[in-house]
């Protein structure tokens, strides 16, 4: 199957997960960081999904699934580990609404892949649900390339385009900036501020 590769906007749109075992738990994690709102259908939650419920970051509905749970959902994720309940969940969702069936990719209209993150830098690996552990493993190679360091690297790379898109109106000097804060002497350097600031200064210079 060929996947389109997307980003989803979550904020305070409708998630239902199905099941409160550790596979949900994995799902829910990634919902609660991208601020989506949360409603889980379980009769048992782990520990830790529990304690996202008492602090509120997601709405527990103690009970098996029926198909009004998914009422308005935006998206719905199946993670009960049971395939009954995957395939009554798929047969109440709508076509409209994005499903993920976790034991059953191939009845799912959207995948989720292995993500690697540092801060605003994200990537993700699919190898469309060929192999899930391959998609792991390049994840942790992907982790030994692009460390802690790239998590100020990148917050600097925002603020830094931020201000050359507003401040900056030679075209040449635009394009002469976001293209040098990109090279490798700036992800490892000690005071990139001061790096920026000759850059600016040799410009001016020539």
Same mark, same amino acid.
């Given at each position: 199957?060929? !996947?389109? /590769?997307i !980003? ?8 239902? $997960? ?13 919902? %609660? ?6 409603? $889980? $259908?379980? /009769?048992?939650? &782990? ?7 008492? #602090? ?5 509905k103690?009970? &098996?699934?029926s198909?009004?749970? %998914? ?10 580990? +049971? ?7 798929k ?7 994005l499903?993920?069936l976790?034991?059953? /990719? #191939?009845?799912s209209?959207? %995948? ?12 993700? $690996? ?22 802690? #360091? !790239?998590?100020?690297?990148? +917050?600097?790379? !925002? ?5 050359i898109?507003?401040?900056? &109106? +030679? /075209? ?10 990109? #090279?490798?002497?700036?992800? &490892? ?13 040799k410009?001016?210079?020539?």
């Amino acid at each position: 199957m060929n !996947y389109y /590769p997307i !980003y989803l906007n979550l904020m305070d749109k409708k998630a239902v $997960v199905i099941g409160g075992g550790k596979v949900a738990e994995r799902k829910i994690q990634g919902l %609660i960081e991208a601020k989506a709102w949360i409603t $889980v $259908v379980s /009769p048992n939650l &782990t520990e830790q999904l529990y304690q996202c419920c008492l #602090e509120g970051e997601i709405t527990w509905k103690q009970k &098996t699934f029926s198909a009004e749970d %998914i009422n308005d959902a935006f998206l719905i994720i199946a993670a009960a580990n +049971d395939p009954e309940v995957s395939l009554a969940v798929k047969h109440a969702a709508a076509p409209n609404q994005l499903l993920n069936l976790a034991d059953n /990719p #191939e009845e799912s209209n959207f %995948i989720l892949p292995s993500v690697y993150k540092q801060g605003k830098l994200s990537m993700t $690996v699919s190898t469309s649900g060929a192999s899930p552990i391959l998609a792991k493993k390049i994840k942790q190679s992907l982790s030994s390339q692009y460390g802690a #360091e !790239y998590k100020d690297y990148v +917050d600097f790379l !925002y603020d830094c385009r931020k201000w050359i898109l507003q401040e900056v &109106t +030679d /075209p040449k000097l635009k394009k002469y900036l976001l293209s040098a804060i990109t #090279e490798r002497e700036f992800v &490892t350097s000690a005071n990139r501020q001061k790096d920026f600031k000759d850059l600016l200064d040799k410009w001016s210079q020539s």
